[in-house]
């Protein structure tokens, strides 16, 4: 089973930026489309932003979409997630994993997560 590392949170005043990093052991990052999504305690899990495999098509949440970019590097099997513009609602703990509203491959745990705060 594999299970992703995040990291890159942190604590932020509204409008600042964080970029979030994701390492995925093995071949098996490449030929997934990956996804981040967020949490915050007592909601369910949110999609935020999906990319494809290769990288060339992404999409992105409404409450994100303009201020964050999702990107990849299949070589140093590393997912990102720049995030700008940060607001306080935007708090949550993140999370990759493949996108499961697609097909995806292999067994994947979800990982500790990275804590975002943003402080208005």
């Known amino acids: 089973q594999v299970q992703p590392v995040e990291s890159g949170g942190g604590l932020v005043q509204t409008g600042g930026s964080l970029r979030l990093s994701c390492v995925v052991s093995?071949?098996?990052?490449?030929?997934?489309?990956m996804a981040w999504y967020r949490q915050t305690p007592g909601k369910e899990r949110e999609l935020v932003a999906t990319i494809t495999s290769s990288g060339g098509s992404t999409n992105y949440a409404t409450s994100v979409k303009g201020r964050c970019t999702i990107s990849r590097d299949n070589v140093k099997r590393t997912l990102y997630l720049q995030m700008n513009s940060l607001k306080p609602e935007d708090t949550a703990v993140y999370y990759c994993?493949?996108?499961?509203?697609?097909?995806?491959?292999?067994?994947?745990?979800w990982g500790q997560g990275t804590q975002v705060t943003v402080s208005s």
């Open positions: 994993n493949p996108d499961r509203s697609t097909k995806w491959f292999g067994y994947f745990d």
């Open positions: 093995g071949s098996i990052f490449s030929i997934n489309a």
